[in-house]
């Protein structure tokens, strides 16, 4: 059974998650256009962690100080887990097909029809795909070793 105080450190991971994937995807997507999948998905994964790492310190884990310790055991789980999602992301690139949503105007004349939306669905589903191993590596870590409590065993 999950304790309260772990559940709502999850929901509030969740949330800091949820906004960290948004930063992460949009980077990633415009990048990806102009430079190679890992140095786009490697940039957007260390402005993420950024924001990432101060929403969680402060209101995810309750954390106030200034602990340099602290900070470099969070850079060394965000290296690891940062590794896991490209390496998991190009992997993911690999094996799904590589297919392309598009949604198209179509205009009373049927030779008329303009595509007005356009999504790489192999790049989504990596990229939804990588984030979740990075996730269960980041909470873990976080909880247990980043962020744990100093008086608990």
């Not at 992997?91 to 949503?101: C, G, S, T």
């Amino acid at each position: 059974m999950i304790s309260s105080k772990t559940y709502i450190a999850l929901t509030k991971f969740g949330i800091v998650g949820g906004l960290s994937f948004f930063l992460d995807l949009s980077i990633y997507y415009t990048l990806s256009q102009f430079l190679p999948t890992y140095i786009a998905k490697s940039t957007a994964i260390v402005l993420a962690t950024v924001l990432n790492y101060q929403l969680n310190k402060a209101w995810t884990w309750g954390q106030k100080d200034r602990d340099n310790a602290r900070l470099v055991k969070y850079v060394m789980l965000y290296a690891l887990s940062g590794t896991m999602n490209v390496l998991s992301n190009e992997f993911f690139l690999m094996v799904l097909p590589n297919a392309e949503l598009v949604l198209h105007l179509d205009y009373p004349s049927e030779l008329l029809s303009k595509p007005i939306f356009a999504v790489k669905i192999d790049k989504f589903f990596a990229v939804i795909f990588a984030t979740i191993v990075g996730m269960v590596v980041n909470f873990i870590g976080q909880k247990l070793w980043v962020f744990k409590e100093k008086n608990a065993l």
